[in-house]
């Protein structure tokens, strides 16, 4: 079964960098896209952004300058970093397996509520 | 990129069914049979319902199905339940290499 346990900082002043990493356990960690997902409270969902094994990454075009997702393959982990963040990067992150075949997000870890406030 | 458009609160009593939509452009929802949904109960993880527009993850109920038309795709849930109470979102693979996520449609059974 596959399982993603995340963790890190859960509150940040402004200007601060975010940041987060997800460890991956059962199936395989090549294959897949590894995702970062947050929601705002009260809102939506918003796709961060993307990497795969390999590296190659795929980010939101609105948080694209601050935001840098990393892989560990040999840890079977990524990471998400958000540089200079605001009161509106309030939200609770998730990461996810974007699944290649069925182009879905199958597994999600726990969340993490990240609160920015000076 | 803008988020894909979904009605913002749908409801329907037990039993009934009901449908809700998910409308992007031809960049995203219309470009691509990569269409997901997920339900998501306050405080837990979204979880996968439809993938690939109308196709069903293990274990989900078939009372889930999918579908679409040109930019707009739609969740139907048959014989609603209570436990079907929740939020709902849609997803697209866009042109741009990206995903995207609809609004959310907040499902109430009355």
């Known amino acids: 079964q596959v399982q993603l346990q995340q963790w890190g900082a859960g509150v940040l002043k402004p200007s601060e960098t975010l940041s987060l990493t997800c460890a991956v356990s059962?199936?395989?960690?090549?294959?897949?896209?590894w995702t970062w997902i947050r929601q705002p409270p009260g809102k939506g969902l918003e796709w961060i952004g993307e990497?795969?094994?390999?590296?190659?990454?795929n980010y939101n075009p609105s948080l694209k300058s601050r935001v840098t997702i990393s892989v560990d393959t040999p840890k079977n982990q990524f990471s998400l970093k958000v540089t200079s963040v605001t009161a509106a990067d309030t939200a609770v992150y998730y990461c996810?397996?974007?699944?290649?075949?069925?182009?879905?997000?199958?597994?999600w870890g726990q969340g993490t509520l990240v609160t920015v406030s000076s | 990129q803008s988020a894909l458009t979904q009605p913002a609160s749908v409801s329907g009593s037990p039993g009934q069914s009901i449908t809700m939509s998910c409308t992007g452009t031809?960049?995203?929802?219309?470009?691509?049979?990569?269409v997901s949904w997920y339900q998501h109960h306050p405080g837990k993880v979204p979880k996968l319902i439809i993938y690939?527009?109308?196709k069903w993850p293990s274990g989900v109920s078939h009372r889930f199905s999918g579908s679409k038309s040109g930019n707009t795709a739609s969740l139907t849930i048959s014989g609603l339940q209570a436990e079907d109470e929740g939020d709902y979102y849609c997803?697209?693979?866009?042109?741009?290499?990206?995903?995207?996520f609809g609004g959310g449609t907040k499902l109430t059974v009355l």
């Open positions: 990497i795969d094994h390999s590296g190659s990454t």
């Open positions: 996810a397996r974007g699944e290649g075949l069925s182009h879905c997000f199958d597994y």
């Open positions: 059962g199936g395989s960690f090549s294959g897949h896209y």
């Open positions: 690939d527009v109308n």
């Open positions: 031809s960049s995203d929802v219309g470009g691509f049979n990569y």
């Open positions: 997803s697209s693979y866009t042109n741009k290499y990206t995903w995207v």
